[in-house]
T-cell receptor
């Protein structure tokens, strides 16, 4: 119940295309869903996050779509660029509000954007 | 704002040896986390501190791993004795309020 399932494991997209990464969870107590981007040799960096009271959140070329009833959420990268090539992790957590989030991470998606 | 500092960046040790990692979180961040990231996998929480108290260490292998956060600021994670399966990147993160985590660049441990 504490798992977050992420797919696909790897993704190759042409420059300018749309990259889509999906995650699913079981624990209905999760109330915060961030996406992290990780470049080789670096720690994960927060990209965008959503709470279950909205179905979509957009920041620049990055959009999270959230389906509460299906317990699924996805990351869409519009106009994908070679600089977006990285590993992306979804995560989920519950609680927080006092800075005590405990994230459960997905297994990661390695994205390669071809020039 | 300075980020989360970790050292060393890399460490190679033989099995059964001991090793320690250091983390300095972002100033003012009360919550500090240690995560283990095995190659090809997502980070897995080892221990979570709130100030200098442990909030969650349920996934810390306590027979060999220990961690402390003195004075609610810096933290050290120790492994003694190390096993081959401890080879991983050890990530430290800190957070404040409802903001997401900020991760350090990690320490890559290789146990041979």
């Amino acid at each position: 119940q504490q798992q977050v399932k992420q797919s696909p494991q790897s993704l190759i997209v042409q420059k300018g295309g749309i990259s889509i990464i999906n995650c699913a969870y079981e624990n209905t107590a999760f109330d915060y869903f961030p996406w992290y981007q990780q470049f080789p040799g670096k720690g994960p960096a927060l990209l965008i996050a959503i709470r279950p009271d909205v179905s979509e959140k957009k920041e620049g070329r990055f959009t999270i779509s959230f389906n509460k009833s299906a317990k699924q959420f996805s990351l869409h990268i519009m106009d994908s660029q070679p600089g977006d090539s990285a590993t992306y992790f979804c995560a989920a957590s519950s609680g927080g509000g006092s800075g005590t989030y405990k994230y459960i991470f997905g297994t990661g998606t390695r994205l390669k954007v071809l020039a | 704002e300075a980020g989360v500092a970790q050292s060393p960046r890399y460490k190679i040790i033989e099995k059964r040896q001991s090793v320690a990692f250091w983390c300095n979180p972002i100033s003012g961040h009360a919550t500090l986390y240690w995560y283990q990231q095995i190659l090809g996998q997502g980070p897995k929480l080892l221990i979570q501190f709130q100030n200098n108290g442990v909030v969650d260490d349920s996934q810390l292998p306590k027979d060999r791993f220990s961690a402390e956060r003195l004075k609610g600021v810096d933290s050290t994670l120790k492994i003694q004795p190390a096993k081959l399966e401890d080879s991983a990147v050890y990530l430290c993160a800190s957070s404040f309020g409802d903001d997401g985590y900020t991760f350090g660049s990690g320490t890559r441990l290789t146990v041979v």
